[in-house]
T-cell receptor, first 113, second 113 residues
Framework: SQKIEQNSEALNIQEGKTATLTCNYT??????LQWYRQDPGRGPVFLLL?????KEKRKERLKVTFDTTLKQSLFHITASQPADSATYLC????????????FGTGTRLTVIP | NAGVTQTPKFRILKIGQSMTLQCTQD?????MYWYRQDPGMGLKLIYY???????DKGEVPNGYNVSRSTTEDFPLRLELAAPSQTSVYFC????????????FGPGTRLTVT
């Protein structure tokens, strides 16, 4: 079965630095990959989607890369702020079916002022 | 728009009791999902629906049932609650299009003792 690993359970960085989160997967060939943000006690919120034929996607201070050869996605937050502190989840999906997603376990990011 | 709403927010059940978790969305989404989230385990898909009257099993359906009589509502039924069903439950919905992003409710925290 598919396996999705976000290789840091927790990541602490200084305000203003770039945070880089990693999502690796095996036994799966996703058509797209999504990143979500989850705050304590709340549901995940969609941030970005990148498809298998795209190398990079940007949205404001966020950047996502997708390497289907390495089976890896990197999620970057530039000029990080304490308000970026949250858990970030990656999720894989295929174009067929009901948009079913397989989620990673998440990385808890803390931005230290 | 309220988005995706879930009730109740918290519930404590005794072993063997039954209950229904309610989920409603007002975005006219065709696709709806139920996930459970356990500490360190990521979100796991329980059941999903591609439209009124159509439901299907996800990764972890045992011990649960669903129905979808309207586009808006997707209740999750727990029969004979067990301690293993202690978790946080999230309902989500999405468009049946290429956008693929899922909109999540605030979650229901369930404890079975």
């Amino acid at each position: 079965s598919q396996k999705i690993e976000q290789n840091s359970e927790a990541l602490n960085i200084q305000e203003g630095k770039t945070a880089t989160l990693t999502c690796n997967y095996t036994n799966y060939s996703p058509a797209y990959l999504q990143w979500y943000r989850q705050d304590p006690g709340r549901g995940p919120v969609f941030l970005l989607l990148i498809r298998e034929n795209e190398k990079e996607k940007r949205k404001e201070r966020l950047k996502v890369t997708f390497d289907t050869t390495l089976k890896q996605s990197l999620f970057h937050i530039t000029a990080s702020q304490p308000a970026d502190s949250a858990t970030y989840l990656c999720a894989l999906g295929k174009e067929t079916g009901a948009n079913n997603l397989f989620f990673g376990t998440g990385t808890r990011l803390t931005v230290i002022p | 728009n309220a988005g995706v709403t879930q009730t109740p927010k918290f519930r404590i059940l005794k072993i063997g009791q039954s209950m229904t978790l309610q989920c409603t969305q007002d975005m006219n989404h065709n696709y709806m999902y139920w996930y459970r989230q356990d500490p360190g385990m990521g979100l796991k898909l329980i059941y999903y629906s591609v439209g009124a009257g159509i439901t299907d099993k996800g990764e972890v359906p045992n011990g649960y049932n669903v129905s979808r009589s309207t586009t808006e509502d997707f209740p999750l039924r727990l029969e004979l609650a067990a301690p293993s069903q202690t978790s946080v439950y999230f309902c989500a919905s999405s468009y049946s299009s290429s956008s693929r992003e899922q909109y999540f409710g605030p979650g229901t925290r369930l404890t079975v003792t």
